[in-house]
């Protein structure tokens, strides 16, 4: 996915970073697709609105038994979104921008889709951001872990072969 995004990124001088946790299992159920789609339109928007500075993905995980709290955040040193902006960010066709910025691309609907196809998966997506500083833009999701992939049975594993 950051490879997805890094020409945007180059092309305004945002440096992109990431940070997975040591500990995030090999695999786990869920819908890579949605998933995918989600984290694509979040770094997009950390990149749309930094203009200078770097965009960071971390992605950690709670081990839960036989599952993972999923957390996975997207960090920018944009210009951050005023407090009283905050509650009409998620609404279908709001855009926020800084007062005097160019106006940006875009529809308005990229996060209020994201928002819902996290909860449609059972997780909760927001944002926490300092005017001035920046935004975090996360997610969290509780994902069974993968079984691990069946063995391979070989011949001599099966028993031996019936004879007709």
Do not use: Y
């Not at 992605?59 to 709290?69: A, H, I, L």
């Not at 955040?73 to 921008?97: H, K, M, N, W, Y």
């Not at 940006?104 to 944002?127: K, Q």
């Amino acid at each position: 996915m950051l490879e997805f995004v890094a020409p945007s990124a180059a092309r305004k001088g945002v440096a992109l970073r990431h940070d997975l946790a040591d500990d995030l299992p090999a695999r786990v159920v869920g819908d890579t697709l949605r998933l995918r789609q989600v984290v694509l339109n979040l770094m997009s928007n950390a990149i749309k609105f930094t203009d200078h500075g770097s965009v960071a993905l971390h992605v950690g995980v709670t081990p839960r038994g036989s599952s993972v709290g999923l957390r996975v955040e997207v960090r920018d040193t944009g210009p951050g979104i005023p407090r009283a902006a905050l509650a009409r960010l998620f609404q279908p066709f709001t855009r926020v921008s800084e007062p005097g910025a160019a106006r940006r691309e875009g529809t308005g609907l990229g996060l209020v889709i994201s928002r819902r196809i996290v909860e449609m998966l059972g997780g909760r997506l927001d944002v926490d951001s300092t005017p001035g500083v920046g935004s975090t833009f996360w997610f969290e999701l509780d994902l069974p872990l993968a079984a691990a992939a069946p063995a391979v049975v070989t011949e001599a594993a099966a028993g031996p072969a019936e004879r007709v």
